[in-house]
């Protein structure tokens, strides 16, 4: 189950509320970006990021010279997956199907050298499973080179909206068309740099991702 905290409670639309961690897991693992919020001087900065999750922990990575990820402190990260439009008769009642979580946390630079290629391989593994196996690994000037945020997966909360729009009643009797837009995840097909190896053909991984919805 997921820990309520002040932070985490929801005060409004409180159905739309999950508590099964089951379901934090979930959406994480089907997720590829999340949002990263931090105060850096003073001043709120949002940053898209990849992410990859190892049990409890959430991984995050980018360059040792990166504000966002020098700044310490608490952070916000969230992670969004939009399901529908829902179009309501009003303008008022329009709205989206979605599920989201919210994290928050104190992360911890990761120095542990087995811990940084096993944070980094979460984050490979969750855009492409299998891709970490097929290429070339990090090298030390490149380990050296990036920064490994862990966060603590133990404050965080779900939220999710499904079904139908909401209205008034007497909405009901406008000649408006009200329903649900369905959103789904399609991945086309791989396009092969221009500069790729004669012979190369595309990994079963990454044809299996171009298939997966």
């Not at 001087?41 to 409890?56: L, Q």
């Not at 080179?145 to 997966?153: F, G, K, N, Y």
Request: proline share 6%; glycine share 8%; charged share 25%.
């Amino acid at each position: 189950m997921l820990s309520t905290t002040e932070r985490t409670r929801l005060r409004r639309a409180r159905h739309k509320a999950r508590t099964d961690r089951a379901d934090l897991y979930a959406l994480l693992d089907e997720g590829m970006v999340c949002h990263m919020g931090v105060v850096v001087d003073g001043a709120p900065m949002v940053v898209p990021t990849a992410y990859g999750r190892v049990g409890d922990t959430l991984y995050l990575h980018g360059s040792t010279g990166a504000r966002s990820l020098r700044a310490g402190g608490e952070v916000c990260v969230t992670v969004t997956l939009l399901d529908g439009l829902v179009l309501a008769r009003s303008a008022f009642h329009h709205s989206v199907n979605h599920r989201s979580a919210m994290v928050y946390g104190v992360p911890r630079v990761v120095t542990d050298e087995r811990e940084r290629r096993a944070g980094l391989r979460a984050l490979t593994e969750q855009l492409v499973p299998g891709r970490w196996e097929a290429v070339r690994a990090p090298t030390a000037k490149e380990m050296v080179a990036t920064r490994v945020l862990a966060l603590s997966l133990e404050e965080a909360s779900v939220k999710v909206r499904t079904g139908p729009p909401t209205g008034d009643e007497e909405d009901h009797d406008l000649p408006v068309w009200a329903g649900v837009l369905p959103i789904r995840r399609v991945f086309d097909a791989p396009e092969p740099d221009p500069g790729l190896r004669e012979g190369v053909d595309v990994p079963a991984h990454v044809a299996e991702r171009a298939l997966s919805r």
